[in-house]
């Protein structure tokens, strides 16, 4: 008797030895907590900077950067990306609400795609400006002014976003792939004095960390820190 064939699980790649040190930053975070959220089994290839650019790991992503995702023969780089494919693909999968990242109503579904733009075309930029001045620009003469004009910007987008979110749970509606990418982003200010200082955006990204889902995703980030020490 002929055995049906048996989708295998899709594979993620993610830094052999992170430079997050097991904080959940890195990218692959955003896509393990999605695979978590919407229940797929996944593995994942673990690679290191060197292989980051080799021929292997460019014709995945060409610009030598992870994640990636590969299932069958789809594969996809792009944080983004890849969370809104597997938030797409179970829109058809869900019963009721429960257990997607993209809620069934049509309108809804948009808002939600609209809000992991936001995420990483108005609210990520600007973060990363300040991560990058920190890393590289300590010892220029400018560096306390550039950071100074970069935290104003920030804590302006925290403000306006804080408004938006009022005193509801989530972004619109039930929590959906535009509040994971969001949390996602907002984390990267965990070290500053800037989402301490907003305390509705705080409780907001406590709410999502608090996710069963997530916690499952960091744990499993976190061990290949530890297991890389």
Do not use: C
């Amino acid at each position: 008797m002929t055995q049906p064939n048996v989708p295998q699980p899709p594979t993620i790649t993610a830094f052999a030895h992170s430079p997050d040190r097991g904080r959940g930053l890195a990218r692959d975070m955003a896509v393990r907590w999605a695979l978590e959220e919407v229940g797929r089994p996944y593995t994942v290839r673990l690679v290191s900077f060197e292989e980051l650019k080799q021929p292997a790991h460019r014709s995945r992503n060409p610009f030598g950067q992870i994640p990636t995702y590969e299932e069958g023969d789809l594969a996809l780089f792009e944080s983004g990306a890849i969370v809104l494919h597997l938030a797409q693909s179970e829109v058809g999968r869900q019963v009721g609400r429960q257990g997607g990242l993209l809620p069934l109503d049509a309108d809804a579904r948009m808002r939600a795609v609209m809000w992991m733009f936001a995420a990483l075309s108005t609210v990520e930029p600007v973060i990363v400006q300040r991560s990058e001045v920190l890393l590289f620009e300590q010892e220029r003469p400018w560096f306390a002014a550039r950071l100074a004009s970069i935290e104003e910007r920030i804590a302006a987008r925290l403000d306006e976003l804080a408004v938006r979110l009022g005193s509801s749970e989530w972004l619109d509606g039930d929590f959906s792939a535009g509040d994971l990418m969001m949390v996602q982003v907002l984390r990267r200010l965990g070290a500053s004095d800037l989402l301490a200082a907003n305390r509705p955006l705080l409780g907001y990204v406590a709410r999502g960390e608090a996710r069963p889902a997530f916690q499952r995703a960091f744990a499993a980030q976190r061990a290949v820190y530890e297991g890389a020490g």
